[in-house]
């Protein structure tokens, strides 16, 4: 029988230094799943209580104005501009732009940034709206 010669191991996650580009890539794929499960579970039960008649209506927005509702739809809210901002960062990248390591990097942390002004912008306007 021959002998095994011991193989290189592929590189992985431990040997990396981590940095925002990693996070925000990471990140994409989490937001993606959340925005289809969450997201889509949400979009479902909002439209069968609008089906459902003003009785059911009334469950859902009660539930949605409920602390917990409110940190779930700021929380899918954040998901879509960090996806969003993500996936146009990922177009620009296939272009063949910021492939530069500080470019990449700042560029990350800005979709990051991005994603939070624009939740906080978009919640300010709807909560001030219902004050």
Known sequence: MAATKSRPLSPHLTI??????????????????????????????????????????????????????????????????QHTLSGIRHLIMDSGNGFEIQGNKKGAVATIILSLLLTAAVWAFFLGRTA
């Open 16 to 81: 990396w230094r981590w940095g925002p580009h990693m996070a925000v890539s990471i990140l994409h794929r989490v937001t993606g799943g959340a925005l289809t499960v969450a997201g889509l579970a949400l979009l479902v039960w909002w439209l069968m209580a609008l089906a459902g008649g003003p009785d059911s209506y009334g469950k859902f927005v009660t539930a949605a104005k409920h602390p917990l509702g409110l940190v779930v739809l700021i929380g899918l809210t954040w998901a879509f501009f």
